[in-house]
């Protein structure tokens, strides 16, 4: 069919600017696509009673809508795809919503549901999606058949356990799963080749009272005849060997690693039988002499056991297992993007020190791994370390990363993994259980090696998440500050957001909520916060305060936990809510924010609080704790009144509703003067927390923001903050008029701004301002990261609509500054892609805009647009010419 594109010329009252609309009115109907369960596609695992189905609608059509849908799901996929839903039927919902939650028969365990929604598009017309599936995981403990093992070694004992089990298939196999659950880390083998491609499973938890185990489909490496299991553990976070301030080593939980397995075969014929974790499986040591997620790993090649995980191997010295108790009641699955090998990295540089050493530049500093092979006489000692910076000698300064360490530097030495070469063969190894944060590896060998006999890859890993946004404009410094920020975002990424991935990698709260709104904006990262949030639940205590870092083997309660920090349980679920439109999390939460709040309320009767870190690193001026505090119980108390309002819990409404009214009413009255429109002293910090957080009095709004454009100016467009102040500072201009102000601070690359790493070579964002401090001065941290998703708030202008979260309805309110001449933010919402795409030729901006199916949006130009009257648009492509005053 051919299509046609048509134009709409739309003069709108009181409004200079032309409107083209572009469309189609026919050619290929709706079509719901992207069908996800629990935001994952496909899954295999699922644990929740009630997962959650999401889709998308593929319409390039004008005004396209969904008018109406049907969600049907059963185990018979030729049912489902004749419209027959064993399982659930919802019926014709005239609804546009694209999320539901299951409301169906109760599922059952290990079984896989088929699923397919039908919708009705704007003229009522109906068609279906593919078909899908999810599969449940074991739905409680009780499903378990194997037995939780180790060897019988103590938390001391170096070495990392090998387990095995060798087993029969004499029928032809419909599909095979194997379920894994482990306390630590493990990696699983079948008929001698690695199940999956994750690593770093599972992920890190609370182990005493959640352990996650992971689901694999082990279908394809099942083999007719003898066939053999292979599970290798690593300590990870559950036995921390390696000393640091923060006490892991004395973590509650903490033992030798142990695992559960059950591998369930499902024949042809229709029997089952499970492969089970029990007292016939052999264990043994093996190359992997020593292993930390924090300091390294280390690997003696002289005792490999070659097809150890293989069915014809000879384990006659191998020894038996013992049994061990569960770690925790609640095993669930792990539901999260996992870990993998993303990116690969060789040299971009190679220096000879001597005749041992090597430093290799990978040009990038990331979190991961580095893959060696080399060649050397039997019993060589090859020290990898890695880091971030390098001495005046060329080799690698870890002077601003092991500040925390308090382990043995000689026997354990940081961020250093550690081979010794079998002397028969080019030896490979890859850390299995550990990672780094580095840019450089430097190779030292205690005996003389050839660069030649050397071959070195580095791997970028993190959390698989799928990139959501897109920033590209005419300033290479707002292309490079994107991508930097997001190569900090994902080195903190690992089943849960971290500070750093060398000094500390610890899920420190603050972190995590200050830099919230750029990882949303760029990654599709919500099973990561979901799992984070359970964390916070387990950390939670009765009172309900929090942990600085979570999940904690016990640090992190002290005096400085507060509400800047913690305020995490309040402020990532709502951001979920507004991203994606998912009350999920809100909901799971919502107890606990409550619980939360509450304690606040105790220790602070008058409304304001100095329960807080404060505003962490800043320039030169320090700004009132009490202030910033007070704000943020502010903010906990809007988003738990708002969370009541929206689960209909009336009382806690009224509750919440006066509470937040009265802590604004208490910080207005304590630290506004009305007279001079100044908060507290007056620094950048302090005048743009009260804006940004809707604490300023809306008749005082244009004066609190005049003194804050002032005082920015005053400081020749620099930064004077901390990390409150960094999420702060670019909003609370933008919003408030001062959006060239905002950019001109974004862009500047002078002492002290985002820009000034980037021009002295930074790849991620750095801990500090100064690049000549003595503390604090990790080269990849994420606090700062705010700035990532100001660009697309500010000239990209996408926001969503807390009216319609999730993108339902898309606020357009971008600024056009005057030394950017064009600019594409592109954001792939939970309803499509959006596009904002402008671009300058003298006073005319021609604006592109792309609103996905299904959703709506308003354009509100901004002050230096000749016409400020706001444009409703409708899903299709649209056309602004915009004149310039």
């Keep these: 069919m051919q299509l046609w594109k048509f134009k709409q010329i739309i003069l709108l009252a009181s409004f200079s600017v032309c409107c083209k609309t572009y469309g189609q009115d026919h050619g290929k109907l709706c079509e719901p ?68 939650s299951y409301g169906g028969k109760k599922l059952a365990a290990q079984t896989k549901y088929f699923w397919k929604v039908v919708v009705w598009d704007k003229d009522g017309k109906q068609s279906a999606s593919n078909i899908v599936s999810f599969e449940t995981g074991m739905m409680g403990r009780s499903n378990w058949k194997g037995a939780w093992i180790s060897d019988h070694h103590d938390i001391h004992h170096k070495a990392a356990p090998y387990f095995r089990k060798k087993f029969q298939i004499k029928k032809a196999v419909k599909y095979a799963r194997a379920y894994v659950a482990a306390a630590g880390l493990f990696e699983l083998s079948l008929n001698g080749a690695k199940v999956g491609t ?27 005849g003898d066939n053999a299991l292979g599970v290798v553990l690593g300590n990870g976070w559950y036995n921390h060997q390696s000393l640091a301030v923060w006490d892991f080593h004395n973590a509650p939980w903490r033992n030798r690693p142990a695992f559960c ?64 108790s569960a770690p925790a009641d609640l095993i669930v699955s792990q539901q999260t993007e996992p870990i993998r090998l993303i990116k690969a990295y060789t040299p971009k540089t190679a220096k000879k020190i001597d005749e041992q050493t090597y430093v290799f530049d990978m040009g990038q500093n990331m979190a991961g791994i580095t893959q060696i092979r080399a060649k050397g006489v039997a019993g060589t000692i090859l020290k990898i370390k890695h880091g971030e910076r390098l001495l005046d000698d060329g080799r690698i ?189 809100l909901e799971d939460c919502y107890e606990n924010i409550k619980r939360y709040v509450n304690y606040v309320d105790r220790i602070s009767p008058n409304g304001l609080t100095t329960f807080g870190r404060g505003d962490w690193v800043p320039v030169k001026s320090t700004s009132n704790l009490e202030l910033t505090s007070s704000i943020y119980f502010y903010v906990d108390a809007v988003i738990l009144a708002s969370a009541a309002k929206m689960f209909d819990k009336q009382e806690d409404f009224k509750r919440y509703d006066m509470l937040s009214k009265k802590i604004r009413e208490a910080i207005n009255n304590k630290f506004l003067d009305r007279t001079t429109g100044v908060y507290a002293s007056g620094t950048q910090t302090e005048l743009s927390m009260p804006l940004h957080w809707e604490i300023v009095p809306e008749d005082m709004k244009a004066k609190v923001a005049a003194n804050l454009c002032k005082k920015v100016e005053e400081s020749g467009f620099h930064l004077d903050v901390g990390v409150l102040g960094a999420k702060a500072l670019l909003n609370a201009l933008t919003n408030n008029g001062y959006g060239t102000t905002a950019y001109k601070v974004a862009v500047q690359d002078t002492y002290p701004s985002w820009g000034w790493w980037v021009v002295n070579g930074a790849t991620t964002l750095l801990e500090n301002w100064d690049l000549n401090a003595k503390r604090d001065i990790s080269d990849n941290h994420m606090m700062f990261g705010e700035i990532g998703g100001w660009f697309f708030k500010s000239i990209g202008g996408i926001l969503p609509d807390p009216e319609e979260p999730g993108f339902k309805h898309i606020l357009l309110k971008p600024i056009f500054p005057e030394t950017l001449e064009h600019s594409e933010v592109q954001h792939a919402s939970p309803y499509g892609r959006i596009v904002s795409k402008w671009k300058k030729n003298k006073k005319i901006i021609t604006y592109d805009i792309q609103i996905p199916a299904n959703s709506s949006a308003t354009f509100f130009p901004p002050s230096n647009v000749k016409d400020t009257s706001s444009v409703k648009l409708s899903a299709g492509k649209h056309q602004l010419k915009l004149h310039l005053r």
């Design 397 to 585: 300064d870890l002077s601003n990363i092991d500040v925390y360490y308090r382990g043995d530097k000689e026997a354990d030495p940081f961020q250093t993994d550690v081979i010794i070469l079998s002397g028969k063969k080019e030896d490979e190894f890859l850390p299995k259980f550990n990672y780094k944060g580095f840019r450089y590896v430097e190779v030292s060998s205690s005996a003389p090696i050839a660069l030649e006999d050397l071959k070195i890859t580095s791997y970028f890993i993190h959390s698989d998440v799928a990139p959501v946004g897109q920033v590209k404009t005419s300033s290479k410094l707002v292309n490079d500050l994107w991508e930097v920020t997001n190569n900090a975002y994902l080195s903190n990424l690992m089943g849960y957001p971290t500070d750093c991935p060398q000094r500390e990698k610890n899920g420190w709260t603050g972190d995590g909520h200050l830099a919230i709104e750029t990882a949303l904006y760029n990654f599709d990262a919500i099973t990561i916060y979901e799992k984070w949030l359970a964390d916070h639940r387990d950390e939670q205590q009765p009172n309900g305060v929090l942990p600085d870092i979570i999940p904690t083997g016990g640090w992190g309660y002290g005096t400085a936990n507060g509400l800047d920090w913690t305020s995490t349980i309040a402020i990532i679920p709502w951001q979920m809510y507004m991203f994606y439109g998912d009350s999920r999390l």
């Design 261 to 324: 397995l059950d591998l369930r075969i499902v024949y042809v014929d229709g029997t089952e039988e499970t492969i089970v974790s029990e007292q016939d499986w052999k264990t043994s040591s093996g190359p992997i002499i020593y292993n930390s997620i924090y300091t390294g790993e280390h690997y003696d090649a002289r005792l490999e056991q070659q097809g150890w995980d293989k069915a014809n191997f000879d384990d006659s010295k191998w020894q038996g297992v013992r049994y061990r």
């Design 33 to 100: 696509i992207e069908l996800k369960c629990e935001h994952l596609t496909a899954p295999i695992g699922v644990d929740t009673p009630r997962p959650r189905f999401t889709w998308m609608l593929k319409d390039d059509r004008q005004g396209a809508l969904q008018t109406a849908y049907q969600v049907l799901v059963g185990t018979d996929s030729v049912a489902v795809d004749n419209n027959r839903g064993n399982a659930w039927d919802t019926g014709k919902q005239s609804q546009s919503t694209l999320l539901v």
């Design 198 to 224: 994750n690593i770093l499973d599972p992920m890190y938890t609370r182990f005493d009272k959640r352990t996650l185990y992971v689901v694999h489909d082990v279908t394809e490496q099942i083999q007719s």
